[in-house]
């Protein structure tokens, strides 16, 4: 049985957390990739950062309706959503932008399950890290692909 380690690309392309939202942009179109992993200057993952947070960093950011009770101001819901549209168009490093939750596999994990995680997650590609979270590689839908259609 085939693991993330035995199809994964090796030699990832890479953005530091430092790195401007600008330079993440031109990266991101030069490549062809959807998104790329966010790394510290030792490797470690920080995140991922993709075409839609790219994106999101360039919209308008729509205010929360507010209700006025007693001279206070109370939230309709949305606080959340408007906490990260904010945090996204105010960021200028990929660190500041990335997504920070990011769905990763271990080296020893079998292919079936990472095309699992890559399809329920909806995600283009997922890092491969180690235990301490230093980035192995990443896996593409395009190599879940190419390993199927090996012979």
């Keep these: 049985m085939k ?24 990266l991101l179109l030069s490549s062809g990739h959807h998104s790329l992993p966010v790394v510290d200057g030792d490797g470690h993952l920080v995140g991922m950062i993709g075409e839609r947070d790219l994106i999101d960093a360039h919209r308008k950011v729509h205010l929360p309706t507010m209700l006025t009770i007693l001279d206070g101001l109370i939230p309709l819901g949305g606080m959340h ?32 399950a990472v095309a699992e995680k890559l399809l329920r997650k909806d ?16 896996i593409s839908r395009s190599d879940i692909l190419r390993h199927l259609l090996k012979p």
């Excluded at 035995?6 to 790195?19: N, S």
């Excluded at 945090?87 to 079936?112: F, H, N």
């Design 3 to 26: 693991t993330a380690q035995d199809i994964m690309t090796r030699e990832a392309i890479t953005v530091l957390a430092d790195d401007s939202v600008q330079k993440v942009g031109e």
């Design 81 to 112: 959503e408007y906490e990260e549209e904010l945090r996204k168009v105010t960021a200028v490093t990929a660190g500041q932008l990335a997504t920070a939750r990011v769905i990763s596999v271990a080296p020893e994990e079998d292919v079936d």
């Design 123 to 138: 995600v283009h590609a997922v890092p491969v890290v180690d235990s301490s979270g230093l980035l192995l590689g990443i």
